[in-house]
Antibody
Framework: EVQLVESGGGLVQPGGSLRLSCAASGFTFSSYWMNWVRQAPGKGLVWVSRIKGDGSITDYADSVKGRLTISRDNAKNTLYLQMNSLRADDTAVYYC??????????????WGQGTTVTVSS | DIQMSQSPSSLSASVGDRVTITCRASQSINSFLNWFQQKPGKAPNLLIYAASSLQSGVPSRFSGSGSGTDFALTISSLQPEDFATYYCQQSYSTPITFGQGTRLEIK
């Protein structure tokens, strides 16, 4: 069974840092693009970042470039999001997503349950 | 960046109704369009990928159509469990973008 379990969320002050983790199991982690998608309270879905299976390519939303960094450790089957210089508008539920929106040979994307980040003084 | 615009933003309908939600891209995205359903407090669920392909396990009352810039999600006969928020999403280019969502409510 495919599982994605996010952790690391919490309350942080503006300007602070946080590192989110996503532990993956039930599939060959290194074979898949992985994404972070966030959702502010009562708002819509916003793509944040993605990373290729081997870690060689990363992409970011303009709103997070230079502040948030995606990475992965394929030996540990874990995805990360290092969040620096946090702002109030980074407050959201952060979802870890395998292969966002794609299906190949009947295997489709998978989402974690989300972890909540609150940026407030 | 490619902007995705959904309409309507909200919709009231009854069980058994046929409903259509539309999504327009600011430039051609071929068929790189996906539809998600999200229920309160839950992660989104992929319904339709590549504009018209139904994900396995999704009821056949859901269908997707369109290509280029104009797309639609149709639910042929609403069931109680379909009342949720629906999002379109383009995977043609980064940054990946979502529509603003359509909230489907019970009339």
């Amino acid at each position: 069974e495919v599982q994605l379990v996010e952790s690391g969320g919490g309350l942080v002050q503006p300007g602070g840092s946080l590192r989110l983790s996503c532990a993956a199991s039930g599939f060959t982690f290194s074979s898949y693009w992985m994404n972070w998608v966030r959702q502010a309270p009562g708002k819509g879905l916003v793509w944040v970042s993605r990373i290729k299976g081997d870690g060689s390519i990363t992409d970011y939303a303009d709103s997070v470039k230079g502040r948030l960094t995606i990475s992965r450790d394929n030996a540990k089957n874990t995805l990360y999001l290092q969040m620096n210089s946090l702002r109030a508008d980074d407050t959201a539920v952060y979802y870890c997503v395998r292969d966002l929106g794609h299906c190949t040979n009947g295997v489709c994307d998978a989402w974690g349950q989300g972890t909540t980040v609150t940026v407030s003084s | 960046d490619i902007q995705m615009s959904q309409s309507p933003s909200s919709l009231s309908a009854s069980v058994g109704d046929r409903v259509t939600i539309t999504c327009r891209a600011s430039q051609s995205i071929n068929s790189f369009l996906n539809w998600f359903q999200q229920k309160p407090g839950k992660a989104p669920n992929l319904l339709i990928y590549a504009a018209s392909s139904l994900q396995s396990g999704v009821p056949s009352r859901f269908s997707g159509s369109g290509s280029g810039t104009d797309f639609a999600l149709t639910i042929s006969s609403l069931q109680p469990e379909d009342f949720a928020t629906y999002y379109c999403q383009q995977s043609y280019s980064t940054p990946i973008t979502f529509g603003q969502g359509t909230r489907l409510e019970i009339k």
